[in-house]
């Protein structure tokens, strides 16, 4: 039971750890852009022909409406800004006739910006450039998109057709920028088309940079859109970073879990094997002393000892082990840029462990020996 208690402790603590890596992998995995003094500003927009604001230009207008404020460093738009739970879906296809499409959705994923959204968000543009505005037929993709149909290809030679009702119109792809987890680290990446906004429909939203109090950017911005049109209504702003926090929350929480019940886990174990060693060694103490007796030396009896268990040890942790080969495939499915055998943590986790019950088996025969005149006795 010792030797069986021992092997099942070493292989779930070896398992927890590797979780607490996963997740810890996972937490410090990069999103695609910076969260740190962004704020995404949303607002309501009638949908009405007799208020809606749709000249061609009204993204512009915005956008240089702001950018006159002197607490805004920078500021863009996004129909889809990170961690929003906004999506929006188009019909984009290769110039083969390819359907560019994702495990989760027939349809591509398809994002309005501005020009300076990359910039704004701080994500990295691989290649190329952004889109401009008025440039309607030219697009940026993900780099998930990119690998996957344009693997090989000259940035000169990208063309993508979008689908209207009027039929299909080439795009050119003017860059390609690096993926940005808008659902959340632990969310695959879609491929994504970015084209530029035209004109507000109500949808966008502004993502703004600036170390000015959320108070203060809030009262200057209300100023500003209204300027513009009386027809913006409902602003809220919300921290990007506190998004960031929410999302991951769920996956911090499991992470003090594990460590928690590894911990609870490792000290249970600790305790079994403390008591366990200690009623053998007091059944064995008449043994014990009649080898001191006749002339043993303490080690020589700490390695009878360690011999029978290091043998149960080694037959039960075969066992323990096969199992975990066949069942092995199924952890790895739970893990995140971490592989299933760690040579150094199946080190650490053995060591750590086979050592604190070589000392106690050590100590506890110590003890007895001391106490060897009294078991003769």
């Known amino acids: 039971m ?14 927890s ?9 996972l937490n410090n995995k990069s999103m695609g852009f910076n969260a740190d003094n962004i704020l995404i500003a949303s607002f309501s927009f009638p949908q009405s022909p007799s208020e809606a ?15 006159s404020l002197p607490i805004i460093e920078e500021v863009s738009l996004s129909s889809a800004p990170p961690l929003s739970d906004r999506s929006g879906f188009s019909a984009w296809y290769t110039v083969t006739g390819q359907a560019i499409s994702s495990v989760k959705s027939a349809s591509t994923a398809s994002h309005r910006v501005s020009p300076h959204y990359f910039k704004t968000i701080g994500a990295k543009l691989i290649s190329g450039q952004s889109v401009q505005w008025q440039q309607y037929q030219n697009i940026v993709v993900n780099s998930a998109l990119w690998d996957q149909y344009f693997a090989g290809t000259e940035l000169s030679q990208a063309y ?25 680290a632990d969310t695959p990446v879609q491929p994504t088309v970015y084209n530029v906004i035209s004109a507000l429909t109500g949808f966008e939203t502004i993502i703004i940079k600036t170390h000015a109090p959320i108070t203060q950017v ?57 008591s366990s060693i200690k009623q053998l060694t007091a059944k064995s103490s008449t043994e014990l002393a009649l080898r001191r007796a006749m002339g043993a030396r303490s080690y020589q009896i700490c390695y009878l000892f360690l011999k029978l268990f290091f043998t149960a040890f080694v037959i039960t942790h075969i066992v323990i ?45 110590k003890k007895t020996l001391n106490n060897s005149w009294n078991n003769l006795t």
């Open 218 to 274: 809030e009262s200057e911005l209300q100023t500003a859109v209204r300027a513009l049109s009386v027809n913006f209504n409902d602003l809220s702003l919300t921290p990007l970073s506190s998004l960031v926090k929410n999302e991951q929350a769920p996956r911090n929480a499991l992470l003090i879990i594990t460590v928690v019940c590894s911990s609870i886990l490792l000290l249970s174990a600790f305790l079994y094997n403390y």
């Open 2 to 15: 010792l030797s069986l208690l021992t092997s099942l402790a070493i292989t779930s603590v070896y398992i």
């Open 321 to 365: 082990i096969a199992l975990f080969f066949t069942q092995h495939e199924k952890l790895q499915t739970f893990l995140f840029q971490q592989s299933v055998f760690d040579l150094n943590t199946i080190l650490t986790v053995h060591l750590v462990i086979l050592l604190a019950v070589i000392c106690i088996i050590a100590i506890e025969i």
């Open 53 to 67: 604001f749709n000249a061609n230009n009204s993204a512009q207008q915005l956008i240089q409406q702001l950018n």
């Open 160 to 184: 993508l057709l979008a689908q209207f009702d009027t039929g299909k119109v080439k795009h050119k792809v003017v860059g390609v920028v690096n993926d940005i987890y808008n659902e959340g």
């Open 17 to 25: 750890s590797l979780v607490i890596y996963s997740q810890i992998n």
